[in-house]
């Protein structure tokens, strides 16, 4: 089956996943995400990370199944459930939208409740969130989610990206909370495609995680 440019990123040396996955990630879709410090737009930017991410996930481990979701409050929700498609995975991003501002708090709970639904044989929980702009997470619902995580097993990873300014305290403390299967990531702008830092990022985590 073809498949776009995106999914053939290369696998990165000695990064190992769990063996088999749910993933699930959120993309930024704001107002900001027109803005072209990571090009061609963020939008598109996170686009392309997500389609590598796949590919990476699905090189990995060919029994890992993914999905991914918006998080403005113009174009909120889960776009492509779980699946091994790639190719559905590329056509469904096409039709996000820019516009709005990002419910990241709502975003957590909803990847936490779609989790329910991935395949009983699939152990392992995996959520990422791309954030460029301010967001709705404070530190007095930080605690709360990090606990609904824990209850359900799941690892969050946040990717903050952009040269617009936000809040990550409240980010970093969900993290903290949630404990070391969790990473906070702040991608600095560069040359660097934000698919090819993303990747790198979360194989460094994974090489630097307590065993």
Known sequence: AWLPSFFSSPRTEDCNPKSTQAIIIFIDNSDSSIDGDF????????KNAVEAMCGFFRTENKQSVFGFGSMSNEDFGIKTSFTEDTVKVHKD??????GGTIQLEKA?????????????????????????????VTNENAEILAN????????LNIFVFGDQPIDE???KLLIE????DSHFNRIPIGTTTLADIAIKTYCNNIQTAPT
């Open 108 to 136: 957590i709970r909803s990847g936490l409740l779609a989790m329910k639904q991935r395949p009983k044989e699939v152990p392992n929980q995996t959520l990422i969130f791309f954030v460029s702009s301010q967001h709705d």
């Open 148 to 155: 609904l995580a824990n209850r359900c097993g799941a690892s």
């Open 39 to 46: 090009r061609p737009t963020r939008l598109e930017a996170q």
């Open 169 to 171: 305290e409240p980010l």
């Open 177 to 180: 909370k949630k404990g070391s």
């Open 93 to 98: 991003l096409e039709f996000v939208k820019p």
